[in-house]
């Protein structure tokens, strides 16, 4: 199983690296959770591409520094609005800045290898899919780093899962305070086990950050911990992206101003 890393990482998004690393906090590391929240059209998707291709991207080729973690990325595409065509797109742009003329068709196809998309239809197949997400890992590529899980969007089932609750005649809020719980749970255990940043969007339809944070905490407290150096270390960041985005999402992939305004709450 692979040994996580303690080291702080870059995102290779300037804006948001800012927020990770100003006077409030300490640089991201392997084993955070980064919840971001924000409305339909905020940058949410935009923002996992582009973190996305940073998990994904190589760290050096033909001695040129790419700033990538080479790991693989989990994507729990719930919404299902993770275009692989786009994010290819991203993943291009950011390549070519640092080899503007050199073709790179094996070195692309490389870091897609290492994108790995699951499209849970329920937030309780969600959380038995995160379960058996080791056995994928050790099944298919036991030996490679995995990067960062992400779910987007968390409550993207929020509705489907208050109609079950009613037509059970069960508390909604019940319900789905449940139905989270299990994926977080999973969620705790796989990072414990394997060091990968968590990174989570969603509308905020089941409340603020601060109620993700709170069923992370209690899910610590059940988990057993197998890497004790990992327990204490790990930080969650609440990123908050505002509506009225600037950000085209036909921009190219450069990611400078990918973050018109981020606050932390």
Not at 15 to 31: R, V
Not at 203 to 220: D, H, I, K, Q
């Amino acid at each position: 199983m692979p040994t996580p890393s303690l080291a702080p990482v870059r995102t290779g998004i300037p804006a948001l690296d800012s927020c990770f690393s100003g006077d409030a906090h300490s640089p991201l590391h392997f084993g955070d959770v980064v919840h971001v929240r924000g409305s339909s059209g905020s940058g949410k998707t935009r923002l996992l591409y582009s973190l996305t291709a940073t998990c994904c991207m190589p760290r050096d080729y033909l001695s040129c520094q790419f700033g990538g973690w080479e790991k693989a990325a989990f994507v729990f595409d719930m919404d299902a609005t993770f275009d692989v065509g786009r994010f290819q797109d991203i993943l291009v742009g950011r390549l070519r800045k640092s080899l503007p003329a050199v073709p790179f068709a094996t070195l692309v196809n490389e870091c897609l290898q290492r994108l790995h998309i699951f499209r849970p239809t329920s937030t309780e197949q969600l959380a038995v899919t995160l379960a058996h997400l080791p056995l994928y890992h050790s099944k298919n590529f036991p030996h490679a780093d995995v990067g960062m899980v992400a779910i987007h969007s968390f409550d993207a089932f929020h509705w489907i899962n208050h109609f079950r609750a009613e037509q059970q005649q069960t508390s909604p809020s019940l319900s789905k305070n449940v139905a989270h719980y299990n994926v977080i749970t999973e969620l705790e255990a796989f990072r414990h086990s394997f060091g990968a940043i968590i990174f989570i969007t969603h509308w905020g339809l089941f409340g603020n950050n601060n109620s993700v944070a709170s069923m992370f905490e209690m899910a610590r407290s059940s988990v057993v911990n197998p890497i004790s150096h990992l327990s204490g270390t790990s930080r969650t960041f609440h990123l908050y992206l505002p509506g009225d985005s600037t950000t085209s999402p036909e921009t190219d992939g450069h990611d400078s101003q990918l973050i018109t305004v981020v606050r932390n709450f």
